[in-house]
């Protein structure tokens, strides 16, 4: 038999759970690696299981609670499956499950937001209780924007922000703050006296926030939406003809330019292709064009989840990397949300992604409240500017939260004073075998990741050789979630080691070095396994072995060249997998062959400068000064601006600053 006040009291310690998943935007913590988003997606993940176990023995508890049926949630329900089924389906169902450390935004991820969802959309349910836990994300808001703030008086709370509050990144800070504003604003529509007053200046101060970032795209989409406000309150609450059709002339005017604005955008030559240009890179048009390809090699479920690094490795134009388009050459997303989404999931997935906007609206323009004018403004805002962004897991909850109270606000529950009606029970032998399971995924899908993550930092501050060993044994093989990203990153790490042992190795401890390098190679060709063109895989172990054939074993270097001829196989246009062939040729005395190899760079990708150098970086290693000459004067015709790098490179010491030119040759 149950006993109200203690399933009362669980009821509210559940919603308080809820809370407190709110608050994760503001949290970092340096014990991990990227500690802006990981640290928020892994207090995330374990608060969704923790409150999905409570709310199981409270629905045992409690007939009246029960998950509300709605469209939405079927239609979110609908577009986590496809994904999960791309994933299965695609290039690398592992990654897509478990997804990188920095983004954490992978079917693992997508599980616990769809649960967040139906256990947010089941403690909530009437307008008031949805007003009091707006108000807290509307406060967790105003605490990342205040860190902002404070920012321009000096006051730096944390570090590495970038702009970007406790998100560390502008443009993520921006997407938040859009929610909250729309969050905010709601409370001043609906509320009176201190709330109401709370409402209204909660949406000064995030709106302000907001204006002070460089989230250009959030901050464009902000002026759009708040036109788009005004169009919608006018088209539902105008009393008159006159005020509906002024609203509807300012839906159509800003539909207009919103179309207009988007055709532009890829004619070269005009305003808005420059401006785009200028703010973004031309790299961004680009890796858009390498995004549409591979959703034509996979168009009807793609390639799986978070597996666009792959597709920009198989499709990757030697422009990137030149002035022409930006400096970067590595990409993990599309940084279009309608690209990514072809890519990852297809099609379908896109379609499903796409109905849940429209059920969102549709569900609410049909009640004719004034939940649709926030609703609308918002998910139009978020959907306008991640044309040109990416999502976090950090974000994915803030959609997600926002999507149940667009679905909450469109049952007939929300205007009532009581939520759901009773319903039947069901047998304590569920909630129990469900705490069972839980044990098991809580320590799968969040301790053990947690662990893997803060056994990188315990690995780098290790005070003794065992700590050390014992750190990194577990930062390289404990948890999926992440493993490839903390495998190279630790390699990396022994690399930038090996590569500083003084000649001869007089002093080092090599059965040490020995040890921690059979774990990395082991660790990096389990990933390459998994992904066999997982080029940063390639490069990071090949940096290593070739360190260790300095000082530990000379043949190690020939593992390292069969790594770099692999890498340059699966990326016949990718410079790096050939930079880093021509570092370990040099080393095996093969000098000629790493020339043409850094030859054969400059053909295929003659827009970057760097190609240029690292050309005669090889040349200098012939011990021909006119053909080192020559290499300079074909470098500098080409790029003048390169001329620094070119006249030290003209007076080098090939054999003092040996380790030094080669290391140079892998980044």
């Known amino acids: 038999m149950s006993h109200p006040h203690k399933t009362d009291h669980l009821q509210t310690i559940l919603r308080w759970g809820v809370y407190l998943v709110l608050t994760a935007p503001l949290l970092t913590s340096k014990a991990f690696l990227f500690p802006h988003t990981t640290t928020k997606a892994y207090i995330m993940m374990a608060l969704v299981e923790l409150l999905g176990l409570g709310l199981i023995w409270l629905m045992w508890h409690r007939p009246d609670v029960r998950p509300i049926k709605s469209a939405l949630g079927i239609a979110l329900s609908i577009f986590v499956g496809i994904a999960l089924l791309a994933s299965v389906l695609g290039v690398d169902p592992s990654f897509s499950f478990w997804a990188s450390v920095d983004r954490v935004t992978g079917g693992l991820m997508w599980v616990h937001m769809l649960g967040f969802f139906w256990i947010v959309t089941t403690l909530f349910q009437t307008k008031a209780q949805w007003q009091r836990v707006i108000a807290v994300s509307v406060l967790v808001g105003l605490g990342a924007a205040c860190v902002h703030l404070l920012s321009f008086a000096g006051i730096e709370l944390g570090s590495g922000q970038r702009g970007g509050s406790t998100f560390g990144n502008s443009s993520f800070f921006g997407t938040y703050l859009l929610f909250q504003i729309g969050l905010a604003a709601y409370l001043a529509m609906t509320t009176k006296g201190k709330m109401w007053n709370y409402g209204v200046t909660a949406t000064g101060i995030l709106s302000l926030a907001l204006l002070l970032t460089t989230a250009n795209a959030a901050k464009i989409?902000?002026?759009?939406?708040?036109?788009?406000?005004?169009?919608?309150?006018?088209?539902?609450?105008?009393?008159?003809?006159?005020?509906?059709?002024?609203?509807?002339?300012?839906?159509?005017?800003?539909?207009?330019?919103?179309v207009?604005?988007?055709?532009?955008?890829?004619?070269?030559?005009?305003?808005?292709?420059?401006?785009?240009?200028?703010?973004?890179?031309?790299?961004?048009?680009?890796?858009?064009?390498?995004?549409?390809?591979?959703?034509?090699?996979?168009?009807?479920?793609g390639w799986g989840l978070e597996n666009f690094q792959l597709v920009s490795l198989k499709f990757y134009d030697p422009c990137l990397g030149s002035p022409l388009c930006g400096s970067e050459m590595w990409f993990d997303r599309a940084h279009n949300k309608v690209l990514d989404l072809?890519?990852?999931?297809?099609?379908?997935?896109?379609?499903?992604?796409?109905?849940?906007?429209?059920?969102?609206?549709?569900?609410?323009?049909?009640?004719?409240?004034?939940?649709?004018?926030?609703?609308?403004?918002?998910?139009?805002?978020?959907?306008?500017?991640?044309?040109?962004?990416?999502?976090?897991?950090?974000?994915?909850?803030?959609?997600?939260?926002?999507?149940?109270?667009?679905?909450?606000?469109?049952?007939?529950?929300?205007d009532e004073e009581t939520g759901s009606p009773n319903k039947?029970?069901?047998?304590?032998?569920?909630?129990a075998a469900l705490s069972l399971v839980w044990v098991f995924t809580f320590t799968l899908f969040v301790i053990q990741p947690i662990q893997g993550n803060m056994a990188i930092k315990q690995t780098l501050e290790s005070r003794s050789i065992d700590e050390r060993l014992e750190s990194y044994?577990?930062?390289?093989?404990?948890?999926?979630?992440?493993?490839?990203?903390?495998?190279?990153?630790?390699?990396?790490?022994?690399?930038?080691?090996?590569?500083?042992?003084?000649?001869?190795?007089?002093?080092?401890n090599k059965e040490f070095l020995l040890s921690e390098i059979a774990l990395i190679e082991k660790a990096v060709n389990e990933t390459l396994a998994n992904s066999p063109n997982y080029l940063r895989g390639n490069l990071e172990l090949s940096y290593v072995l070739q360190g260790a054939s300095?000082?530990?074993?000379?043949?190690?270097?020939?593992?390292?060249?069969?790594?770099?001829?692999?890498?340059?196989?699966?990326?016949?246009?990718?410079?790096?997998?050939?930079?880093?062939?021509?570092?370990?040729?040099?080393?095996?005395?093969?000098?000629?062959?790493?020339?043409?190899?850094?030859?054969?760079?400059?053909?295929?990708?003659?827009?970057?400068?760097?190609?240029?150098?690292?050309?005669?970086?090889a040349v200098l290693f012939l011990d021909d000064r006119e053909a080192l000459e020559l290499a300079a004067q074909e470098a500098l015709a080409l790029f003048p601006s390169i001329q620094p790098d070119v006249q030290t490179l003209l007076i080098a010491d090939p054999v003092a600053q040996r380790s030094q030119l080669l290391s140079f040759l892998h980044f």
Do not use: C
């Open 473 to 508: 044994e577990k930062a390289v093989t404990l948890s999926q979630q992440g493993i490839d990203f903390r495998r190279i990153y630790l390699a990396n790490q022994t690399a930038g080691m090996l590569w500083n042992v003084p000649a001869g190795g007089e002093g080092v």
């Open 221 to 258: 989409s902000f002026v759009g939406a708040a036109i788009l406000f005004v169009a919608l309150f006018f088209i539902v609450n105008g009393k008159t003809v006159s005020r509906r059709k002024t609203g509807w002339g300012i839906f159509i005017a800003l539909s207009a330019a919103f």
């Open 342 to 414: 072809l890519v990852e999931v297809g099609i379908v997935g896109l379609i499903s992604y796409l109905s849940i906007f429209t059920l969102a609206i549709y569900s609410l323009w049909k009640k004719k409240s004034v939940e649709i004018i926030v609703v609308g403004s918002v998910l139009a805002a978020y959907f306008v500017q991640n044309l040109t962004i990416l999502d976090t897991s950090t974000i994915m909850m803030t959609w997600v939260f926002f999507l149940a109270f667009a679905s909450a606000a469109s049952t007939k529950e929300f």
């Open 550 to 617: 300095h000082t530990l074993d000379t043949e190690m270097l020939d593992r390292a060249e069969v790594l770099m001829r692999d890498a340059v196989a699966n990326n016949p246009v990718h410079p790096q997998a050939y930079w880093a062939l021509a570092s370990v040729l040099i080393d095996q005395g093969k000098i000629e062959e790493a020339v043409e190899v850094t030859r054969s760079v400059t053909t295929f990708a003659p827009d970057i400068s760097r190609a240029q150098v690292f050309h005669m970086i």
């Open 424 to 431: 039947k029970t069901f047998s304590v032998a569920v909630p």
């Open 260 to 301: 207009l604005t988007i055709v532009l955008a890829f004619q070269e030559g005009s305003i808005v292709y420059d401006e785009f240009v200028k703010i973004a890179t031309g790299s961004r048009f680009v890796v858009w064009n390498m995004a549409w390809q591979a959703f034509l090699e996979h168009p009807f479920l």
